[in-house]
């Protein structure tokens, strides 16, 4: 075994199927958002980022940074050490009740991300429960997967928001097993929603547990941000709640929110948790402030809203193959992972413009795509900036425009063009 | 199935096995460490902490507290996303830049937790490496063990610091299969140090990579602050180094350094790596403000080193089980859970000082102790306060002194007591 070598070769296979990934060395700019400079060959250069998910721009609000500033100067840089030997601090403590209350939960229990807050309370949760049944959307995020997987528990995937397909592996496993529901409610990569309630229903009627990712929704969804759940009027009918503070709130760390039991046998259980350092009090200082403020104002989502709107609609009339999406999240399809790379590539290199390519194995092969995510802070004249950046991109590239092609896509008069994920991740 | 009542029930065990776990509640003070504000009972009152992993009180350091309130104010207060997308800020491309040359090695990779980077680091490592064997000491770190697990790879175990058990595990292997041994330099909750030089031979003789975890050592030992191996002059006979960012540099995450290739496969292969939300730029220039202090100040270790030999030495002349350790480190055994934890809330409640009790799984029942970790900041009249408070207690409690029982445990002329921790974690 040569060791170097081995390493060599991965690496090179990873270049040979095009998936080698250089990550963009950036420094955003307060009071510039969503501006940022970037350096590549030597050079630094502004540029505007167009993929952020830090979707309300929170990370630049100034009573943010300033809860930064003051806890760092008050507190220092760190926590200290684990929750449980001398780093649970104050502002944390703090941070979990704002949680707990934004979700209308009992408690809540934070993490340093929220990778981490999945696989943990998933795995934790599932492993506990005795034989327990685990169903699972097919297109939900790795650090479920992971959590999933790692919980040692019989799975069941279920299609993508796919009602029928998980009642009839609920009625199969019958209402006496343990059985745990995962599933998100914003599906980052497409931009659509899941049928919480009709899961909800499903829940109640087949007597499992139901456990919600809402890390694309809190804060931007909801009259006091606590996502699609409160949205909807659903938050009660969920039994965990989990969510992220490092996209719409600004900062950094995952968290689940629930009854005062299950939050707290996570707390006991899961080493993920247990043996981590806290997160550090300017962290959550910054979040609390973040939450308090989404809480109360409703003019980063409103804006958000219509400047999403308002990409979609100037891009499609472009021409340009828009999926449809309920949400946020504008996707615009290329289909081949090459084309995608050199599309994004070419949009920051020769415009400016920073929208980084989503291949396989975040998307299925076949549906790599540019993802955009229009913030408050995205004007209508960045946005006309963008649909000319496009434009020249798609011709110079040879990619096709809306209805062009993409055989493998099926269509559907809903969006133009369907996609139809195959496989989850 | 009744899922209320299961946790219910689960959280019941827990009190019942006197393992329930409540976090002070600690808000320390920047100019006044290791002071600090705890919070019970609707009452506040300022304590002193003798059990940080804020090793070295950098995390109030005013170099570190500036760079992070300065990149809050100029970046914002998190990276915006993940490595890949939109979130690989400036001040972590630098922070790693500095590790990698604070060990010497080609490249270094940040995680948001020393957690996840060794489970994550392992994990990748031995799953991607045809066959691998992995060869792990039986008292490594919970973050460790749970890599070696996920990485689906076959295990040994070899006894703590055990080089002749290790050598015969290599052998039985053979030279050509791929093997990982996995070690810590510093174990935390012992302080003892492993023989790093012997296993590098090993290593050498038997064609095995080597993983260390210097967790507790980078920043304390070695002329720069990289850690035993530095201090030893290996680290260039190690494939990969841990670290920490929590502990000694006083903020948050963790990280990994080696050759290019190696860096580059977890970078590329690890799913917690990849799909989470990267380190905010104000930690990651506080850390780098951190590291690069103790790259060139000597006085911290000096007097963490100083305080506590001399901690060691007040507290065994009085007669306190004092667990032999050649590092910062001072283990004071007590050997009994529910007494660890009287003295524990004896300590805060009527000395105003808060040593988290240290029981199962942490260590191995019948070890139970509090652990000190004196830093620059504990003075002579701080110790000589916490020597009266600890024999107050022991007195009020019953808790033996040296050498006046703990049957289950051996003794020897080397220890006093000698501890012989029986299993890992």
């Given amino acids: 075994m ?40 030597g050079k630094a250069e502004e540029i505007t980022v167009w993929c952020s998910n830090d979707y309300l721009g929170m990370g630049q609000h100034p009573d943010v940074v300033d809860a930064m500033q003051k806890a760092a100067g008050n507190m220092g840089t760190g926590a200290g050490g684990t929750r449980n030997i001398s780093g649970n601090n104050h502002p944390l403590v703090e941070l979990e009740l704002e949680l707990a209350d934004l979700h209308g939960k009992e408690a809540g229990l934070v ?10 309370a998933i795995s934790t949760i599932a492993r506990l429960l005795p034989n327990c049944l685990i169903l699972s959307d097919e297109l939900n995020h790795a650090s479920m997967i992971e959590g999933v997987r790692r919980s040692g528990a019989e799975k069941k ?42 899961i909800a229903d499903l829940a109640e009627k087949y007597n499992a547990m139901t456990y919600i990712d809402e890390v694309h929704a809190v804060g931007m969804y909801g009259p006091r941000g606590g996502g699609i759940t409160e949205r909807e009027g659903l938050a009660h009918r969920i039994d965990i709640i989990e969510g992220t503070l490092a996209k719409a709130f600004g900062t950094l760390g995952g ?11 996570v707390r006991s259980y899961a080493p993920g948790f247990i043996f981590t350092t806290a997160l550090p009090p300017a962290i959550a200082a910054a979040t609390t402030a973040s939450i308090r403020h989404l809480k109360n104002s409703q003019a980063e989502r409103d804006a958000q809203q219509r400047q999403a709107t308002h990409a979609k609609q100037v891009l499609a009339d472009a021409g340009l193959p ?43 092969r076949g549906t790599e795509r540019l ?19 496009l434009v020249e991109t798609w011709n110079a590239l040879g990619i096709p425009y809306r209805g062009a092609g993409h055989t493998e896509v099926a269509q559907s008069d809903r969006i133009i063009p369907l996609l139809v994920p195959k496989s989850g991740g």
Same sequence: chains 1, 2.
């Fill in 255 to 265: 968290y689940i929110t629930g009854t005062r039991e299950v939050i707290d046998a």
């Fill in 322 to 364: 828009v999926m449809e999406s309920p949400t946020h999240i504008v996707p615009i399809l290329v289909g081949d992972p090459e084309l995608c790379k050199m599309a994004s590539d070419r949009l920051l290199g020769v415009h400016g413009l920073y929208i980084q390519p989503i291949n396989y194995p975040t998307v299925p």
């Fill in 157 to 198: 995937i279920f299609r993508h928001n796919d009602v029928a397909h998980l009642e009839s592996l609920l009625q199969a496993a019958g209402r006496e097993r343990a059985k745990l529901i995962v599933f998100e409610s914003v599906y980052s990569m497409d931009g659509d929603i899941a049928p919480i309630e009709a």
């Fill in 371 to 389: 993802r955009i995510t229009p913030t408050p802070f995205h004007t209508d004249e960045l946005i006309a900036e963008l649909k000319l950046a």
């Fill in 111 to 120: 993490f340093t991300s929220g990778f981490v807050s999945n696989e943990a």
């Fill in 2 to 41: 040569n060791y170097q070598r081995f390493f060599e070769e991965a690496i090179d296979q990873i270049h040979a199927e095009r998936r080698y990934r250089v990550f963009a060395d950036l420094e955003r700019i307060v009071g510039k958002f969503p501006r940022a400079i970037w350096r590549a060959n």
